[in-house]
């Protein structure tokens, strides 16, 4: 199983001036390619923050991914962040300088270059989009904040992770929920490999409830679900999705 964590970047995000729009894009790539995306954090604008988080985060995930503050003002300071959490230097990369340099031309300033920082030793990716290529240090991947850069990065990560999609069934039940989690709780015992989400929709007509039953292994996620159908009362199944 590939892990991943999300780290969301940005005053802006966190005062509400901005919402973020870049994480449910990356949700929806990550269970696309059947990786397991177990942590999101929002964090500021703060060297410090930011290098906490990712060394907490690159040591327990296989993947990070981070959005926001690669820019060239004051307050981009994620390049800094993720070259402190590993200890390393920033260092300006030829190849990113030229290509700067070559986009911009007689409109170049100094602080253009900042773009063309990265922790010592990064690599690049470049996505064949027309753009500044992402700077992978490490297992950490930054991203652009600005979602429509954001949206035209992230196909660059399907030449680069790879996991295990999850068959997903789902089960509509007109019970409550305090009425089925003793049942919920006998099939969670007997298929600890499946996960099992139960979550109570308001104002719907036909159901009360929503069972989500989702594993890499089809098989199992029948069974589970086959196991749960013996315990309901039959007359509390509106719909089953498989």
């Not at 966190?14 to 954090?41: C, H, W, Y």
């Not at 990560?157 to 999850?166: F, M, S, T």
């Not at 007997?190 to 719907?204: A, H, L, N, T």
Request: charged share 25%; net charge negative; hydrophobic share 45%.
């Amino acid at each position: 199983m590939t892990t991943a964590a999300a780290i969301i970047i940005g005053d802006e995000i966190l005062s509400g001036k901005f919402r973020d729009e870049n994480t449910p894009l990356l949700i929806d790539l990550m269970a696309e390619l059947g990786v397991e995306l177990q942590r999101i954090s929002v964090i500021g604008d703060d060297c410090a923050t930011i290098a906490a988080e990712v060394a907490s985060c690159a040591a327990r995930f296989d993947v990070v991914l981070t959005s926001g503050g690669i820019g060239p003002t004051h307050d981009d300071c994620t390049v800094r962040g993720v070259a402190a959490a590993f200890a390393l230097g920033v260092e300006v990369h030829p190849e990113l300088e030229a290509m700067i340099r070559g986009y911009w031309r007689d409109r170049f300033t100094p602080a253009a270059l900042r773009m063309a920082e990265v922790p010592a030793g990064s690599r690049l990716l470049a996505g064949g989009d027309g753009l500044l290529p992402l700077i992978v240090c490490r297992n950490v991947y930054l991203f652009p904040g600005v979602p429509r850069l954001f949206s035209a990065k992230l196909p660059s990560l399907r030449r680069e992770l790879k996991g295990a999609v999850k068959v997903l069934n789902g089960l509509y039940l007109r019970s409550d929920e305090s009425r089925i989690a003793p049942l919920l709780d006998r099939v969670v015992a007997e298929f600890p490999e499946v996960k099992i989400g139960s979550y109570p929709r308001f104002g719907e007509t036909e159901f009360r409830v929503w069972i989500s039953l989702e594993c890499v292994d089809g098989a199992r996620v029948a069974a589970a679900v086959e196991r749960l159908l013996e315990l309901l009362p039959a007359e509390d199944v509106v719909r089953v999705d498989r």
